[in-house]
């Protein structure tokens, strides 16, 4: 759904110019970012004078990113997407809670307002989330939280239960993926997905998919787990099956019948 964007207009407050930011005078670090803004702005302008213009017609993206805050995982530019593309929800370990009203709106506005296809969970190696929540001890009986010592402990609470309900020896990777995998579940569990996927079948509004990848710093790829799952199964033809076993680094080998087919439960 498109929302025009107004442009600023001159005021005491709106000021480009840098020698008038007090903070840009004040420390060099926010003063090179706010350089290079300026510098990245001009080189799209140059590049594509149409840019500026088309933004302000509002936003059509294909996809909501439901990942994490780490600062090594920006989206649009592991994706190679331009401004526009990519509706983004960010958090402590990429979590979609169930009980989190903001992120069932953020999902609820992507898909019934913006226009979103596909709904992509990504976590990666080396998540600290999911890292903390590797040594916190198991929950105890009858208690709200595992720890609630602190809003972080609080919130990656899913993420401590989850850890301890994976069978013996597993590790952090393997609690990364699981998490993953949660959250999809999460994700197609929400009235939102629910709501679009009956209205699809009955041809009342678009297919809507869900995903779940994961990326691995060390080589700057993401991977597909194959565990998307949309209103109706997922039939692939000769030329697009997957292979029989796939390996990579970040989540180890798994065979054809360890991949969940589209419309069947996904794995826990």
Partial sequence: MPFHAEPLQPHEEIDIDLE?????????????????????????????????????????PNFLWIGCADSRVPEVTIMARKPGEVFVQRNVANQFQPKDDASQALLNYAIMNVGVCHVIVVGHTGCGGCIAAYDLPAPKAHEEYCDASTPLTRFLDPIIRLKHSLPEGSDV????????????????????????????RQGQFRKVYVHG????????????????????PIVLTPKEEVPPAVQTKANGTHSQKDIPVAGEPILA
């Fill in 20 to 60: 008038h930011s007090l903070a840009a005078q004040k420390f060099p670090d926010i003063r090179a970012v706010l350089e290079g803004n300026r510098w990245w702005a001009r080189k799209v302008g140059e590049e594509a004078p149409e840019t500026w213009a088309e933004q302000v017609k509002g936003q059509a």
């Fill in 173 to 200: 990777n393997d609690l990364i993926r699981e998490n993953v995998k949660m959250s999809v579940r999460n994700v197609i569990a929400s009235p939102t997905i629910q709501n679009a996927w009956e209205m699809s």
């Fill in 213 to 232: 990848w994961l990326y691995d710093l060390s080589t700057g790829l993401l991977i597909d787990l194959n565990i998307t799952q949309g209103p109706e």
